[in-house]
């Protein structure tokens, strides 16, 4: 049996040398232990049958892809206890066939690709919800923070912490053990407990400074900030009041920021660190904390919270007003009557329905009870703007190139103001952060129409409305 104990439980450098000995030598997974030593480190010491005698033997390199140490680094600091073990074996597997990282739907690759996944998770998390404490110290001000993560990604971390916040001293206490920075060098510190920070009111200046002057929206994700924060982060959270305004005006520092960076390509060319964070595992999390949204009291009555749906990089994202009756069933947006309609004129305008992002400016189904029947009520301003929040992520995370309101609560939720559809159907408006907004009527409303001859003109100029505003995109990719 061959003992392997790594210096710490995030010592993946620890675990990548010896595993590559342990593979030069044919070592099968059975007959190693990992372990995370409190001691000095102190690779290959073992009980029966030394390898190294303390020190990584010299074998020749083997050759994985970056993708799998990419990969194995994240899972590598998951709190699973096997996550070594299940990583030696991967890794000699891919010695064998080195391309059964491609195959998705192995159990063992995709136990450590979701090992990975909630690393990554647990690390946004961390981005987003640290919250720090003013303290009043000896020579100054520090700024302490409490955080609990999931998973082993302080260390991971402390470089994001420390680049953010140079000019500042600043700790930052885990149950996991803390980090501390006093402007010049980076101290560890052992496990912490609430009990050892302040529990005073976060500092509002330093953060709301931090979103407004450092926020960058391609890296700090918006929907991590809002969406991916659980309930147990909101506490600490004074600055969520800022947010959306954050959110509304992300896209144009961004573009600004795309700009300066001239070699970093945009997130539709594929920039692989942003796939990392804006993909739709965002808008999965972001549905997920939608789900318990009590922004407002329609959640009371609905049956469910009915969230957006389509690709998360669609280019085009409709808004509706809220989910009907059948909507509320289903928990899927535009599945009713309306959506009938909406098919039938999406399709004769020329707009792929999947390709799409379909969302409504509500997300509650607001009705009144009139014996069995449930009838649509209209949300009021209030409402719409409590549900705003999550269009406002929605937008963040999708990022558009055109938005599509239909009816005048949707051009309300993203306008900010009361809309006049008849006015501003037809034509671009252009929203805060940039983005080209087409207003046209709400489905539901030709379903109102009472004679066949209106019903049939008026789908005609809302299909005129969908495919104008869609030509549009095209004659802006054409330059024209
Ligand atoms: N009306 C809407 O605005 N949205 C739906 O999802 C269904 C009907």
């Known amino acids: 049996m061959r003992l392997v104990r790594l210096e710490s439980e995030d010592d993946f450098d620890g675990w990548r040398i010896a595993a590559r000995t342990l593979a030069g030598e ?3 997974p059975s007959e190693i232990v990992w372990q995370v030593g409190e001691q000095a480190f102190d690779l290959f010491a073992s009980e029966a049958g030394d390898i190294g005698a303390g020190s990584p033997v010299a074998t020749a390199p083997l050759r994985v892809s970056r993708q799998f140490l990419e990969l ?3 899972a590598s600091l998951h709190s699973e206890p096997e996550r070594f073990s299940l990583l030696y074996i991967l890794l000699l597997r891919l010695l064998d066939q080195p391309q059964a990282l491609q195959d998705a739907a192995d159990p063992l690759v995709r136990r450590i690709e979701g090992l990975a996944r909630n690393v990554r998770r647990d690390s946004h998390k961390m981005h987003a919800f640290v919250r720090f404490r003013e303290l009043a110290e000896d020579g100054g001000t520090r700024f302490v923070a409490w955080f609990e993560p999931e998973h082993h990604i302080l ?12 000019n500042m001293r600043w700790s930052i206490l885990t149950p996991r053990g803390s980090l501390h920075w006093d402007g010049v060098a980076l101290a560890e510190g052992p496990p912490a407990t609430r009990a050892d920070a302040p529990g005073d009111d976060p500092v ?8 407004s002057a450092i926020f ?7 929907r991590a900030m809002l969406k991916e924060m659980p309930r147990k982060y909101w506490k600490n959270m004074p600055e969520t009041a800022l947010v959306p305004q954050l959110i509304a005006g992300a ?3 961004e573009l600004a920021m795309m700009e300066q960076a001239a070699n970093m390509p945009s997130p539709r060319q594929g920039a692989p660190g942003h796939a990392a964070v804006q993909g739709p595992e965002a808008l999965e999390l972001l549905a997920e904390e939608a789900a318990a949204c009590r922004r407002c009291p329609l959640w009371k009555p609905a049956t469910r919270t009915v969230f957006g749906e389509g690709p998360h990089d669609a280019e085009i994202m409709i808004v509706g007003e809220q989910p009907g009756d059948q909507e509320d069933l289903a928990g899927r947006v535009f599945v009713g009557p309306a959506g009938a309609v909406f ?3 999406m399709a004769e305008a020329g707009i792929d329905r999947k390709r799409s992002y379909v969302t409504n400016a509500v997300k509650h189904f607001k009705f009144e009870p009139r014996g069995k029947r449930r ?6 301003s209030g409402e719409i703007e409590a549900c705003r929040w999550w269009v406002d992520q929605e937008r963040a995370i999708v990022r558009p190139r055109l938005v599509i309101a239909m009816g005048a609560t949707a051009a309300r939720s993203l306008t900010g103001r009361a809309v006049t559809v008849g006015q501003e159907r037809g034509r671009a408006i252009t929203l805060p952060d940039g983005t080209p907004c087409w207003i046209t009527v709400h489905p539901s409303y030709l379903l109102r129409l009472p004679s066949e001859a209106d019903a049939d003109a008026e789908f005609t100029r809302y299909v005129d409305d969908l495919r104008k505003a869609a030509q549009s995109l095209a004659s802006a990719a054409e330059g024209v």
């Open 26 to 28: 044919g070592v099968l």
């Open 72 to 74: 194995a680094r994240d």
């Open 155 to 166: 260390r991971a971390n402390a470089q994001f912490f420390v680049d953010r916040f140079t």
């Open 204 to 211: 509002e200046a330093v953060w709301k400074a931090y979103y």
């Open 216 to 222: 960058n929206p391609a890296r700090v994700m918006p």
């Open 251 to 253: 896209r144009k520092r």
């Open 343 to 345: 098919d039938r004129a």
């Open 375 to 380: 009838i649509h009520a209209r949300p009021n």
